[in-house]
C-alpha cells in the first residue's frame, strides 16, 4: 500500500501549536490495540466532506452499535462542528442512539474514548476526557469538537488519511449502579447489654469449661465462656473467661462486628468489682474473645475480696459499643 511506504514525519511548529491547543481539555495517547466496540472506516473520505459540506445537517452517522448493552452512535463532521467552536478540526461525537422503553428521568453514564486510526505506525490515537458523562433525553451527545486538527488529519505523512481512506472508533463503558452497599454505625451502651450469670456450686466444677445461657444483645445472640481452673498454660493459676459469639455462623465470610465489651466478676459485698475491658472485632472465623489469665485462682478464693459467697460466683458480660452493618439499596 502506497502509505505503508511514505514516512512519518515529525509535526511541523504550526502542527503543534494546534495540537497543543487541542489538548487542553483532553487525554491523546497511543496503542496498537483496536477499539474494543466499534470502528469505521471511511473510503473516499474526500467525497463524504463534500456531500456534507452541501448538506443541511454536516454530519454523517454511523450505524447503530451496542456497548455496555445499550445503542450507540458516531457522529463525525469532516469539516468540523461550527456550532461548537469545531470549524478547521475533525468533530466526532458518541450519541446514545436508541432510547425506546426508556423510563422517563432515564440517564447513563459512561466514560468513552474516540479513536482515529495512524496507518503509518499501525496504532491508535486515543482521544478521551476519563470523566463520567451523562447521557439523558436533554444531553444524548457528547464528544470532542476539536478532535483532531484537518491540518493535521489531511496531510498524509501523519498517517490519518491515506488513499482518502480512514478509520476511527469508539469504547464505551457505562457505569451502573448495581445498589449494592453497606450502612456502617456504632451504638454505645445498649440497653439489653448486660448479662448476668450465677455460676452456682462453684467448688464443685471440675470440667474444663462451662457455657452460660445464650442471651440476646444488641441483635447478636451471646453467652460467657469460663474455665474455671484456666484454660491451658493459665491452668491451675488463674480463671480464664470469654465473651461468645454464638449465632456467627450465621454470618457471611469476611463479616466483622466491633463490639467493646467488659468482662466482671462482681464483688458481692462491697461492689469492688474485678474487671476487664476489651476492644476487638469478632467475625466468622475469630467468635470470641477473653482472658487466659483474667483473675488468679488466689484472689478468686480469697473470701476478703467476696466474690465467692454461698458457693456462687457472679459473671457478667456488658456490651459497651457494638458496630452495625446494614445493607441498602
Known sequence: MMGREMMKKELTEEEKGAMEEVALDTVREERHVAPAHYSMKIDSFSLLSDMVANSYLEQYESREFEASGYKWKLVLYPNGDKSTNGDGYISLYLVIADTTGFRPGWEINAIFKLFVYDQLQDKYLTIGDGRLRRFCAIKNKWGFPQMLPLSIFNNAS??????????????????????KGEHFSMITDPSDGTFTWEVQYFSGLTGEF???????AGGHEWKLKLFPNGQIKQRGKYLSLFLELDNHTNYHTGWKLFVGFTLRIKDQVRSHHHEKTIHTWFSASENDWGLGSFISLS???????NFIVNDTLI???????????????
Open 158 to 179: 501523519n498517517g490519518y488519511l491515506i488513499g482518502d481512506s480512514c478509520v476511527f472508533g469508539a469504547e464505551v463503558f457505562v457505569v451502573k449502579s448495581e445498589g
Open 210 to 216: 462451662y457455657y452460660s445461657q445464650v442471651y440476646l
Open 299 to 305: 484472689d478468686i478464693k480469697n473470701p476478703s475480696n
Open 315 to 329: 459473671v457478667e458480660g456488658v456490651l459497651n459499643r457494638l458496630s452495625v452493618h446494614k445493607d441498602f439499596a
